[in-house]
T-cell receptor, first 112, second 116 residues
């Protein structure tokens, strides 16, 4: 049981490039989330999903898109990366009735 | 909208001494409260939660938290700190709206340094 996994672990992009971060969970959780963590700002929710085929905006959605085509996967896309998107990105999942979220190990993204 | 405050950026404590990490919250209705720990270069790990019931909640690694409704606080405690408890600690509150997908609002985090 791997829990929540994220791919890749590290990435460096040039301004304007695009990329997709992959999150996978093997716990059959209904809900999934993408956060970014920046120094002094805690965790901020980017987008989330309450089920396969559904997504919703969080606190800081601009510049990001997401898709959840399969229950176990949640993809975060950056269409045109900007230096302001340099951050550590965390994916999480939870059961509908469990409330607590389980986090992946994170992806460190640097945009130059 | 709900909010969480962690008033201390850093807490320093000697190994073997009691550890307290403070958290206060603001939420409409009954709060669902959580504590998470983050070790360097790792994701957040769930420690404990308060949903209902006893005000003293016990969690992983010997941690516990006390829910105080009148003071809107949910402080994390450990009777005897270990050097290995040095980490970043986050308090969080769940969005109570039914359509919110168990969204959490996190505090800014408190860094705990336990010195030998």
């Amino acid at each position: 049981n791997a829990g929540v996994t994220q791919t890749p672990k590290f990435r460096v992009l040039k301004t304007g490039q695009s990329m997709t971060l992959l999150c996978a969970q093997d716990m059959n959780h209904e809900y999934m989330y993408w956060y970014r963590q920046d120094p002094g700002m805690g965790l901020r929710l980017i987008h989330y999903s309450v089920g396969e085929g559904t997504t919703a905006k969080g606190e800081v959605p601009d510049g990001y898109n997401v898709s959840r085509l399969k229950k176990q996967n949640f993809l975060l896309g950056l269409e045109s990366a900007a230096p302001s998107q340099t951050s550590v990105y965390f994916c999480a999942s939870s059961r509908r009735q469990g409330y607590e979220q389980y986090f992946g190990p994170g992806t460190r993204l640097t945009v130059t | 909208a709900q909010s969480v405050a962690q008033p201390e950026d850093q807490v320093n404590v000697a190994e073997g001494n009691p550890l307290t990490v403070k958290c206060t919250y603001s939420v409409s209705g009954n709060p669902y409260l959580f504590w998470y720990v983050q070790y360097p270069n790792r994701g957040l790990q769930f420690l404990l939660k308060y949903i209902t019931g006893d005000n003293l909640v016990k969690g992983s690694y010997g941690f516990e938290a006390e829910f105080n409704k009148s003071q809107t606080s949910f402080h994390l405690k450990k009777p005897s700190a270990l050097v290995s408890d040095s980490a970043l600690y986050f308090c969080a509150v769940r969005d109570i709206r039914a359509a919110a997908g168990n969204k959490l609002t996190f505090g800014g985090g408190t860094r705990v340094l336990v010195k030998p």
